[in-house]
């Protein structure tokens, strides 16, 4: 009878033993003082200590890491109670230091364990230690607090950029019934209206004076079709001072993608308008100064082919008279009348296109572009023994706005004639030399009517700068700036000595793909 109880306990501790070390955790058997009973195939695998190397030792002695008060408290509870104890990963991390591949977990350099401490045999004072890798989901955890800490971060961030976008973005937003449900800080304080004044009111009704016609019926296509549209209009704050806008519509989804209608994000232009209409108004007033410095160049241009006409009408009119005339001369004083009043015509028809309002980019020859800007001007350089030559080479194309370049042209060739009167020089020339880059062309105009003082060149191109005294407007050079750096998409610079002035402008050959020039 003893003989099979013994051969049942064998067993059974045989298939405790298999059972044991088939467990994925660490179970270790202690006493009360702490000295180690058992230690399973896990902990010898993860740990690199035998069973054998440690039974009867301290578990202290073997991992100095653990604090002994601890675990012999934890372990005195257990069998005092009949109930575990236990350690968790949240709190205390580990109990044994295990490394861990590193490469799988960032965080931690120890594997992260629970341990439950499990009274075992109350007779022999024994206790059980199970311990579990908590490693991933500690690592999750770790990972879902530092997202969860970022997100309140990024919370608390939109919550302000939403104050910021309520302050400074013009915007409004109305449902798919054009109802408007939401008006920006901004614009209200734009339009000096108050919330209540918009809120709740159709979009369309509120805007009924200001988007009409084509503009509004492409707004309400937009809508339909849930497109992105842009326009302009004018509208009008509370006090009835004039806005400029440009608006964009942009459909607006909820999270779950639903189409919950419209917002219209604005921006002010009525600055920026205003400035170019400044730079219009100064242009015009250029314009007129120069078209009234070309009429009187063209008064006294027409002089000479006048004196011409009055000449031959006065000599067929003698022999008239005297019955002299025969019908050869009559034929040649026709034909040079003719001749002559197809120049003056030619005058007026060149003086005519430059001042057209028109502003149209084509294809023009660069040549035939100075040509018409020195129309005006040769007659007065040579009656004022200045003399003038142009390198153009050969023939050059270029796609611009020829009325403003010629306007260009002439401001800088008219500023040298005037300088020659201001300084007296012997032998007085002005040049133009053109030279063909790889991605524009260069104009350089030279004069040596004495160079220009330093501190004058530093303001030579602000606008309402002369050095005429009463005769200048101040605006040539300023809107030879503008209309060159703005308009054609060049550069101009000045450069200056005691002798001589360079005047240098840089033209892409085509303003419609042109790259901008450093």
Not at 20 to 31: E, K, P, Q, R, V
Not at 91 to 97: A, E, F, G, R, W
Not at 217 to 238: A, G, M, N, P, Y
Request: a neutral charge.
């Amino acid at each position: 009878m003893a003989e099979k109880q013994t051969q049942h306990y064998l067993r059974s501790f045989d298939v405790n033993e298999k059972l044991i070390s088939a467990i994925d955790n660490g179970i270790l058997i202690l006493d009360e003082e702490l000295k180690i009973h058992y230690f399973n195939s896990w902990l010898e695998i993860n740990t690199r200590y035998k069973e054998s190397e440690l039974l009867g030792k301290s578990i202290c002695e073997v991992f100095p890491n653990i604090n002994e008060k601890t675990l012999k408290r934890k372990t005195r509870t257990a069998l005092k109670m009949g109930t575990p104890s236990f350690y968790t990963a949240s709190t205390s991390k580990y109990l044994i230091p295990i490394k861990i591949n590193r490469l799988h977990v960032i965080d931690f350099e120890h594997m992260r364990q629970d341990v439950s401490v499990i009274p075992f045999d109350e007779e022999r004072r024994l206790v059980a230690l199970i311990i579990s890798d908590q490693t991933n989901i500690t690592n999750t955890n770790t990972l879902l607090e530092a997202n969860i800490l970022k997100v309140k971060e990024l919370n608390t961030q939109l919550i302000k950029e939403r104050a910021t976008i309520d302050q400074k973005v013009l915007l409004i937003k109305f449902d798919t019934n054009h109802i408007i449900t939401n008006i920006s800080q901004a614009y209200l304080k734009l339009l000096l209206y108050k919330h209540e004044d918009l809120i709740s009111k159709n979009f369309f009704e509120y805007q009924r004076l200001f988007i009409t016609g084509s503009t509004k019926e492409k707004l309400l296509q937009s809508i339909q079709e849930k497109k992105v549209f842009k326009f302009e209009h004018t509208t009008f704050k509370d006090t009835g001072e004039e806005l400029m806008l440009s608006n964009t519509l942009v459909p607006e989804y909820d999270s779950y993608a639903n189409h919950i209608g419209f917002i219209l994000f604005i921006e002010d232009l009525t600055a920026s308008k205003k400035v170019i209409h400044q730079q219009e108004k100064l242009l015009s007033t250029s314009r007129s100064a120069a078209m009234g410095e070309m009429i009187s160049m063209i008064a006294h241009q027409w002089r000479q082919p006048l004196s011409v006409i009055n000449t031959l009408m006065a000599t067929v009119k003698i022999k008239q008279e005297l019955d002299i005339l025969d019908k050869v001369t009559l034929n040649e004083s026709f034909s040079k009348i003719e001749e002559t009043v197809k120049y003056l015509s030619d005058t007026i028809d060149d003086f005519r296109d430059y001042f057209k309002p028109n502003k149209v980019i084509k294809d023009v020859s660069l040549t035939e572009v100075i040509n018409k800007s020195t129309t005006f001007l040769i007659p007065e350089m040579k009656l004022l023994d200045i003399n003038y030559t142009q390198n153009i080479g050969t023939e050059i194309k270029i796609k611009t706005y020829q009325n403003e370049l010629i306007q260009c042209v002439i401001n800088i060739l008219k500023n040298s004639i005037d300088a020659f009167s201001e300084n007296s020089i012997d032998k007085q020339t002005i040049s133009l030399n053109v030279e063909e880059k790889n991605t524009h062309l260069t104009l350089c105009f030279s004069d040596n009517a004495g160079g220009i003082d330093s501190q004058i060149i530093k303001k030579i191109f602000e606008p309402y700068f002369s050095t005429k005294a009463k005769n200048g407007t101040g605006l040539g050079l300023y809107m030879t700036k503008t209309i060159i750096e703005e308009h054609l998409k060049g550069k101009i610079t000045i450069k200056s000595s005691s002798d001589n002035t360079d005047v240098l402008i840089e033209l892409p050959y085509n303003i419609e793909n042109h790259k901008e020039l450093s």
